[in-house]
């Protein structure tokens, strides 16, 4: 036998003991700079995975190197990665993390949000992967077929305020829903964003002139109406990405802001393409539709109750607990009611909405007082109802027949509205938020 000692006996002296590759370099490395950079940065990922903007990482970021004792934090959050560099003393450790979630996941952003508010002056690495696993471990609040469900009555109350008739309104749950499984299906099976909307575009406005195709063989001269048409979409419309884009970029934060909106406009044309082919294979009508002979309080009322339905389904489709939707419905239903009568008293569309959005921002960081929310899950679903889904297709279907005129004049009209939603936005957030408005928290 040989007298050679075995690296593997323990009860050698261990000055002596033969080590592993890993433990000569550890022995090398700053370990606990190590272990509070990563649950930094898995702080920062699981709050862009969750679809806030980009200054509320940052600060995540900033607020749990502080609590872990870090002495300097710095990084830079896009849309698609995170670096960030911890100091402590004379040493330092940069890493980076790629973002390829693109979903919204309010319950998360909530849970994160509040264990960013409630750190303790110091704390262990150990505890903050603790808290995070508990709150990555929260699977959805709601099951595929409700989530589907959510997304169906958001859109058929979009197409009740676009006029839509009683059958158009059951179809556009139906297409809705459905559209809205396919995308699911396909998002968890971690298909191609773009090719996920246009699939998903596809089945919902199929589907949508399926059913009216149908509803028409038992009743006369039933119309393919712009109205109810593209609200069977509208559960596509990437809220979250355009409004955390307008609201980084008005934090000079202009490279994420960029990546988020040139994102939003890559999936709305996603979904465009989808919309564009079913209207050239069945003709759409785009006839204004007048208001229906009802007395002013009831289409109030109509309006209200719409406008509070859509916002609802909205949240709860982002998977917001019960009592965060209520809340951002309530702010949508008030908000929105108070632009639809501005426009009826031939107020400019895009001032009513600028003032709109402004209150749903004011209202919306009222009720998240002190934390119980954050505010961009209550303001988000709260404006969707007032995208011009119905005016940008009539520019689509100019711009088919050859219409230029028309269409350019729609493309801006949207355009105008849609920059007046994160204006209206964008100076409640400055006239509320002192932290969000300091240049020195950029």
Same mark, same amino acid.
């Given at each position: 036998?040989?007298?050679?000692?075995?690296?593997?006996?323990?009860?050698?002296? =261990?000055?002596?003991?033969?080590?592993?590759?890993?433990?000569?370099?550890?022995?090398?490395?700053?370990?606990?700079?190590?272990?509070?950079?990563?649950?930094? /940065?898995?702080?920062?990922?699981?709050?862009?995975?969750?679809?806030?903007?980009?200054?509320?990482?940052?600060?995540? !970021?900033?607020?749990?190197?502080?609590?872990?004792?870090?002495?300097?934090?710095? #990084?830079?959050?896009? !849309?698609?990665?995170?670096?960030?560099?911890?100091?402590?003393?004379?040493?330092?450790?940069?890493?980076?993390?790629?973002?390829?979630?693109?979903?919204? $996941?309010?319950?998360? @952003?909530?849970?994160?949000?509040? !264990?960013?508010?409630? @750190?303790?002056?110091?704390?262990?690495?150990?505890?903050?992967?603790?808290?995070?696993?508990?709150?990555?471990?929260?699977?959805? &609040?709601?099951?595929?077929?409700? $989530?589907?469900?959510?997304?169906?009555?958001?859109?058929? +109350?979009?197409?009740?305020? $676009? %006029?839509?008739?009683?059958?158009?309104?059951?179809?556009?749950?139906?297409?809705?829903?459905?559209?809205?499984?396919?995308?699911?299906?396909?998002?968890?099976?971690?298909? $191609?964003?773009? *090719?996920?909307?246009?699939?998903?575009?596809?089945?919902?406005?199929?589907?949508?002139?399926?059913?009216? +195709?149908?509803?028409?063989? =038992?009743?006369?001269?039933?119309?393919?109406?712009?109205?109810?048409? /593209?609200?069977?979409?509208?559960?596509?419309?990437? *809220?979250?990405?355009?409004?955390?884009? +307008?609201?980084?970029?008005?934090?000079?934060?202009?490279?994420? *802001?960029?990546?988020?909106?040139?994102?939003?406009?890559?999936?709305?044309?996603?979904?465009?393409?989808?919309?564009? @082919?079913?209207?050239?294979?069945?003709? &759409?009508?785009?006839?204004?539709?007048?208001?229906?002979?009802?007395?002013?309080?009831?289409?109030?009322?109509?309006?209200?109750?719409?406008?509070?339905?859509?916002?609802?389904?909205?949240?709860?489709?982002? #998977?917001?607990?019960?009592?965060?939707?209520?809340?951002?419905?309530?702010? *949508?239903?008030?908000?929105?009611?108070?632009?639809?009568?501005?426009?009826?008293?031939?107020?400019?569309?895009?001032?009513?909405?600028?003032?709109?959005?402004?209150?749903?921002?004011?209202?919306?960081?009222?009720?998240?007082?002190?934390?119980?929310?954050?505010?961009?899950?209550?303001?988000?679903?709260?404006?969707?109802?007032?995208?011009?889904?119905?005016?940008? %297709?009539?520019?689509?279907?100019? &711009?088919?027949?050859?219409?230029?005129?028309?269409?350019?004049?729609?493309?801006?009209?949207?355009?105008?509205?849609? @920059?007046?939603?994160?204006?209206?936005?964008?100076?409640?957030?400055?006239?509320?938020?002192?932290?969000?408005?300091?240049?020195?928290?950029?």
């Amino acid at each position: 036998m040989s007298d050679i000692d075995d690296p593997d006996d323990e009860s050698q002296d =261990g000055d002596e003991r033969v080590r592993a590759a890993f433990e000569m370099e550890e022995s090398l490395e700053p370990v606990s700079l190590i272990e509070q950079s990563r649950v930094v /940065i898995r702080t920062g990922q699981l709050m862009l995975a969750a679809g806030t903007a980009s200054y509320r990482v940052r600060q995540a !970021m900033r607020a749990v190197a502080a609590a872990l004792g870090v002495d300097h934090h710095a #990084n830079h959050v896009s !849309m698609t990665d995170i670096a960030a560099t911890s100091h402590r003393g004379r040493i330092f450790r940069t890493e980076v993390a790629e973002n390829t979630s693109f979903a919204v $996941n309010a319950d998360r @952003l909530a849970g994160l949000d509040r !264990m960013r508010r409630t @750190l303790p002056a110091r704390t262990t690495p150990e505890e903050v992967n603790r808290a995070l696993d508990a709150i990555e471990g929260r699977g959805p &609040l709601y099951p595929g077929v409700a $989530n589907s469900a959510f997304a169906g009555f958001a859109c058929a +109350a979009f197409a009740v305020l $676009n %006029h839509a008739h009683a059958w158009e309104v059951a179809a556009v749950f139906i297409a809705a829903a459905l559209g809205q499984w396919t995308r699911r299906a396909l998002a968890h099976r971690h298909f $191609n964003a773009f *090719g996920t909307t246009m699939a998903a575009a596809a089945v919902s406005t199929g589907l949508y002139v399926l059913a009216i +195709a149908g509803i028409g063989l =038992g009743v006369d001269q039933v119309e393919t109406h712009a109205a109810g048409y /593209i609200s069977s979409v509208l559960y596509l419309l990437p *809220g979250f990405a355009l409004i955390t884009g +307008a609201l980084d970029m008005a934090k000079m934060d202009l490279q994420a *802001g960029i990546q988020r909106i040139a994102f939003g406009t890559m999936i709305t044309m996603a979904a465009g393409v989808s919309v564009w @082919l079913f209207a050239l294979i069945e003709p &759409l009508s785009t006839a204004s539709r007048p208001d229906a002979d009802v007395s002013s309080l009831v289409q109030v009322v109509v309006w209200a109750a719409a406008s509070g339905i859509g916002v609802l389904g909205f949240a709860l489709m982002f #998977n917001s607990p019960w009592r965060m939707a209520a809340i951002a419905a309530g702010i *949508g239903a008030i908000a929105n009611t108070g632009r639809l009568l501005a426009v009826d008293r031939d107020a400019p569309v895009q001032a009513a909405t600028a003032v709109a959005c402004l209150v749903v921002g004011v209202l919306a960081a009222g009720a998240a007082g002190r934390g119980r929310f954050p505010v961009i899950t209550l303001s988000v679903p709260a404006v969707l109802v007032m995208i011009p889904g119905v005016a940008a %297709h009539e520019a689509l279907v100019s &711009l088919n027949a050859g219409q230029y005129t028309a269409a350019t004049a729609g493309v801006l009209e949207v355009t105008l509205v849609v @920059l007046a939603i994160m204006v209206g936005l964008v100076v409640a957030k400055l006239l509320t938020d002192r932290e969000w408005a300091s240049t020195a928290t950029r």
